[in-house]
């Protein structure tokens, strides 16, 4: 079989688990090897995501990593056997990787929680205002390339609108409301758009504002993916420009523990909307 030449996000982080462990097992790339009748090189082809690998052949070296986690060895297997070629495809060769591992993961999560202080985030924002922002970007963008990037983040909001929307949560800072990205129509139909979207049903839109007493907070925007266990959780830095993944553990509890924190600082969803529906008759 031909290696992949260039895995995607999905791919490197059921490499990487696979990898994490054998390590926690404590046994070397040709110990797992002879398990399978296969050369070293092959597992470690396997674990730097170049290579597949069979349920059959998956499970046995669970097994003898001695992992007593079944939901985690299932949602492994259905990484690995998984073909599923979505939308992002398309852009495939046309926009950074990171865009198309930012959409296959929005499309696996079983929840998303986002945090954002400049900017609406990313799967709600309209088209204009996503266009205002790529069309700030330095380098400046060709009329193709920006056009490519708004319609790719117009696809995102998939996840939000299908027949089965993915739970979303968003905390957002006052200063992401009122900065005029575009002009004041821009922000009013923004807004607009925001106050419509948080009246669903899967959908919780939550307000830090900017006289909220203690607020230290953390200035740095972040996007949390639920995995199918909580252990294959992905974090997200999503910025207009790119976006990186984080699966560290030790990384992953912090911004949880963040993320908890932000959302107690919080107005309320219903106290939320009042207070956008008031930035709006200001815009």
Do not use: N
């Not at 404590?26 to 597949?52: D, K, N, Y």
């Amino acid at each position: 079989m031909a290696l992949r030449r260039q895995p995607t996000a999905r791919q490197m982080r059921l490499a990487i688990e696979l990898r994490r462990l054998r390590d926690a097992a404590g046994l070397a790339t040709r110990e797992a090897a002879a398990l399978l009748g296969v050369s070293s090189a092959q597992i470690s082809q396997i674990e730097m995501g170049l290579a597949g690998v069979s349920e059959k052949r998956l499970r046995r070296l669970a097994g003898h990593y001695a992992c007593t986690d079944q939901a985690l060895v299932d949602a492994l297997v259905a990484m690995a056997t998984d073909r599923t070629r979505g939308w992002w495809e398309e852009y495939r060769g046309l926009l950074p990787t990171a865009f198309l591992d930012l959409a296959e993961l929005e499309h696996h999560a079983t929840s998303l929680k986002e945090v954002q202080f400049l900017y609406i985030p990313g799967p709600l924002q309209t088209e204009d205002y996503a266009r205002a922002i790529y069309a700030d970007r330095i380098p400046e963008l060709s009329s193709e390339d920006l056009e490519l990037r708004v319609r790719h983040r117009m696809q995102r909001k998939v996840f939000l609108d299908g027949a089965e929307p993915t739970p979303y949560e968003a905390v957002i800072h006052e200063a992401a409301l009122r900065i005029r990205v575009g002009d004041s129509t821009t922000l009013r139909a923004q807004l607009a758009d925001l106050l419509e979207r948080s009246e669903g049903e899967r959908i919780s839109v939550r307000v830090i504002p900017f006289d909220l007493e203690g607020f230290g907070g953390s200035w740095a925007p972040m996007m949390l993916a639920g995995g199918a266990v909580p252990r294959l959780d992905t974090a997200v830095d999503d910025a207009p420009h790119t976006a990186a993944l984080i699966d560290s553990e030790a990384q992953l509890r912090v911004l949880r523990t963040l993320l908890r924190k932000l959302e107690a600082a919080s107005l309320d969803p219903a106290r939320s909307r009042d207070f956008i529906h008031r930035l709006a008759k200001e815009a």
